[in-house]
């Protein structure tokens, strides 16, 4: 067997669990064709190194912006948006779920295109700049209808951003290499959850009427233009697809889509803007049982993150001041990051998904119980504590999984990534309801319906992982056929799902 044969059914191996010997051999392209495995492996690694590098850190940036112009609203309404706008009844609410309105409706249009014209250092920075206007706008509103558009908006061109990011993810990085990158890349959201109480405590306390405005007016301010910089800053890092990347080498653009042909069994990534179709993806999700299956465990998972935007209303119920309150929405969102990035460190390096998803829906539930039905402030805290580290861990494991098993074609891909997570909007938009000022300190409502769907996702995911492994001996039955028929080479061959 050649080198090239050895490459693939050593990579092969940790992507496949059955026990044929089939497995498609991708001919090497002829930039790296005569390497030795050792000059491969260092090739390899030079690469992957060097797209952390570029990507990476500058994602999990951008989506700490994204988080924190989206959720700034939770701490406006302790820095006085209600009072000033004459909010009543349920228009702060309102004002909350209408920015998931527009962020359900954008996320598969955008994906799509986005996968068409396979540009997403350009794409993915100019939403950034134009929904970093649209914040800043926020600070500047007078009334409720002001309020209630920027936020549309705000979630309309928002939507691009985290569905983008998983399409480019997975354009560059094998499967069992997405789930920690995915992992890192959400930490960018509980980092924003952290941070936003810390930046809006300080402006809280420091800025309250500087120049005549406002804290909460500052706060939508200095966080919007913050972001408009920070999208100039990273067009031009972020790279494209590995076809169309300009500062890549020949050898190196060679040999990243090599890697992602292999782990498909053959069958190529994104080649080209003629080859990929705006709908195609779309249909081909809505006709899969396996991606339903996947949109109920994605939709139950993030049903409770709606409580990012009412995080601090619900510390708030602790009785401390605006500034400690603050201060205490944290601690749980930095134990969130670290508990996500090992459980997706981990998930990489055992290439197992359904226990590294069940086990934090579980905790997240035992989170919400406890802070539910307890009644004095230590153990409601500790249940937050242990609640948005299961939630967030169990919604970035739910959107991996759905990447990883909507492999290819890319167009698929990118349609199942952006149609789960905008589905799984719809749950923000009546979430927003269940929090209202008379609910405190225990919010019953919003903690029993999110427990209860917690529950739905991790039913939800056994029926998943049953199905899995039945296409899984599937393959395997299909594969020993061909070996009888004499059929060798097929593409496909070695593909296994993982579950």
């Not at 080209?272 to 006709?287: H, N, Y």
């Not at 919400?368 to 919604?395: N, V």
């Not at 209202?436 to 039913?459: D, E, H, K, T, Y």
């Not at 056994?462 to 593409?491: D, M, S």
């Amino acid at each position: 067997m050649g080198d090239d044969a050895k490459t693939i059914d050593a990579d092969s191996r940790s992507l496949r669990q059955g026990e044929t010997d089939a497995v498609y051999i991708v001919q090497k392209p002829p930039l790296i064709r005569d390497l030795s495995d050792e000059e491969y492996g260092i090739l390899e690694k030079k690469l992957i190194r060097k797209m952390d590098f570029r990507l990476m850190p500058m994602v999990i940036l951008i989506y700490i912006m994204n988080y924190l112009d989206r959720n700034a609203i939770g701490s406006a309404r302790l820095g006085g948006l209600e009072e000033d706008l004459g909010l009543q009844g349920y228009q702060f609410q309102t004002c909350v779920a209408i920015l998931n309105v527009g962020y359900l409706l954008m996320q598969v249009p955008s994906n799509l295109f986005l996968n068409k014209i396979g540009k997403p250092a350009l794409y993915l920075t100019s939403c950034m700049a134009v929904w970093g206007v649209i914040c800043a706008c926020c600070g500047a509103t007078s009334n409720f209808g002001g309020l209630l558009a920027c936020r549309f908006f705000l979630g309309f061109v928002e939507a691009a951003y985290y569905p983008g990011v998983l399409a480019t993810l997975s354009a560059w990085y094998v499967r069992k290499e997405m789930s920690l990158r995915t992992g890192i890349f959400y930490c960018g959201s509980m980092l924003s959850g952290a941070f936003s109480g810390l930046i809006a405590a300080g402006i809280v306390d420091g800025m309250d009427g500087t120049r005549g405005l406002r804290a909460w007016r500052w706060l939508f301010l200095i966080e919007g233009s913050a972001t408009v910089v920070i999208a100039v800053t990273a067009y031009f890092i972020l790279p494209n697809f590995p076809a169309n990347t300009p500062w890549l080498t020949e050898q190196e653009r060679q040999l990243a889509m090599y890697r992602l042909e292999v782990d498909a069994a053959g069958e190529a990534d994104w080649v080209s803007s003629d080859r990929e179709s705006l709908v195609a993806g779309f249909k081909m999700i809505m006709t899969d049982p396996k991606n339903w299956i996947l949109a109920a465990v994605v939709y139950g998972a993030a049903s409770s993150i709606s409580i990012n935007s009412f995080f601090p209303i619900v510390v708030s119920s602790f009785g401390r001041d605006k500034v400690q309150t603050l201060l205490l929405t944290a601690p749980p969102y930095l134990l969130a990051c670290i508990v996500c990035a090992a459980v997706s460190w981990n998930a990489d390096r055992t290439n197992e998904r359904y226990w590294h998803t069940v086990g934090p829906l579980a905790t997240a539930m035992i989170g919400l119980i406890i802070a539910c039905a307890a009644e004095g402030i230590g153990p409601r805290y500790f249940g937050a504590m242990i609640m948005l580290p299961g939630i967030y861990t169990a919604f970035n494991m739910s959107m991996v999984w759905t990447a990883n098993t909507n492999n290819r074609p890319p167009a698929k891909r990118a349609a199942a990534v952006a149609f789960n997570n905008a589905l799984s909007g719809v749950s923000a938009v009546y979430s927003s309801y269940l929090y209202p000022n008379n609910a405190g300190p225990r919010f019953v409502l919003a903690f029993s319906v999110n427990a209860g769907m917690a529950l739905v996702a991790i039913v939800a995911s056994t029926i998943l992982r049953f199905v899995l492994q039945r296409e899984n001996r599937k393959l395997e039955q299909k594969e020993r056929e061909e070996e009888r028929a004499g059929q060798v080479n097929v593409i496909g061959a070695g593909f296994r799902y993982l579950t």
